[in-house]
């Protein structure tokens, strides 16, 4: 601990207090984040403003920083726990507001792999990042990836796979949207350990993740991308 006076969240004035929160967040500290977040709302800031300054931009650190080696899982676990608990009291209010969302993904990890820790951190840092993200769990079958598609209509469909005998299941899921004609409706991003970018080109996929880091910026320039095209359509 160090010997400094303890900070008083509700003390500091909005600017001082966001960047409190940024280093919060990067400590992984939920109970301040959702103090945090409780005194901007109190103090007249809108859902969304306290959603993008104050926790997304701080997850951003976080994920350049897990990106450049300076930060590992279990801290980037710790970080989007204490997103999640700031996401908690935000989210009613971002749907009451109709707030911007960057997009919808849906993520499960494949048939057959009960690995989830990739997976869920991906699924922390998109929503971290304004994403909506509907998570599916592990051992996710082609039925279960159909019927989310069809109740929540997402932008993403993200899959994760973490063992070498799981992995071309991604590719049964990829066909039957093929099969069904409505692969081209969605941005496929695959991840996991023994995958690589030739793995995800050979089965279809728009992208292969390295890890939750490159998921955040490749989902982000993918869906800019699709907004491109249909502006220009």
């Known amino acids: 601990m160090n010997d400094e006076a303890e900070i008083i969240l509700s003390e500091l004035n909005d600017d001082d207090l966001v960047l409190q929160m940024h280093d919060d967040l ?8 959702s103090e945090g977040v409780n005194i901007l709302l109190g103090r007249g800031w809108t859902p969304y403003d306290v959603l993008t300054k104050a926790l997304v931009e701080a997850m951003r650190i976080v994920g350049e920083d897990f ?19 700031g996401m908690g009291i935000l989210r009613p209010l ?7 969302k960057l997009g919808t993904m849906v993520v499960g990890t494949v048939k057959g792999d009960i690995h989830d820790i990739g997976k869920n951190l991906v699924g922390m840092m998109l929503e971290g990042a304004g994403f909506e993200v509907f998570d599916l769990g592990i051992n996710t079958d082609v039925d279960q990836f159909l019927a989310a598609i069809e109740e929540h209509k997402p932008d993403i469909i993200g899959m994760s796979a973490l063992l070498t005998t799981t992995m071309p299941y991604m590719k049964v899921v990829i ?7 409505i692969r081209d409706d969605f941005i496929i991003l ?23 880091a490159v998921a955040v910026e490749t989902a982000k320039e993918l869906m800019a991308r699709k907004h491109n095209q249909q502006a220009s359509s």
């Not at 990106?67 to 608990?85: H, S, W």
């Not at 690589?196 to 279809?204: D, M, P």
């Open 26 to 33: 990067y400590d992984g500290l939920k109970d301040e984040i």
């Open 67 to 85: 990106r450049d080696g300076i930060l590992f899982v279990p801290e980037v676990l710790l970080a989007a726990g204490a997103m999640k608990g």
């Open 94 to 100: 971002l749907v009451e507001t109709g707030a911007p």
């Open 175 to 181: 066909d039957t949207l093929k099969e069904k004609g």
């Open 190 to 212: 695959v991840g996991g350990a023994p995958l690589n970018a030739e793995f995800g080109a050979a089965i279809g996929a728009d992208a292969y993740c390295r890890d939750a």
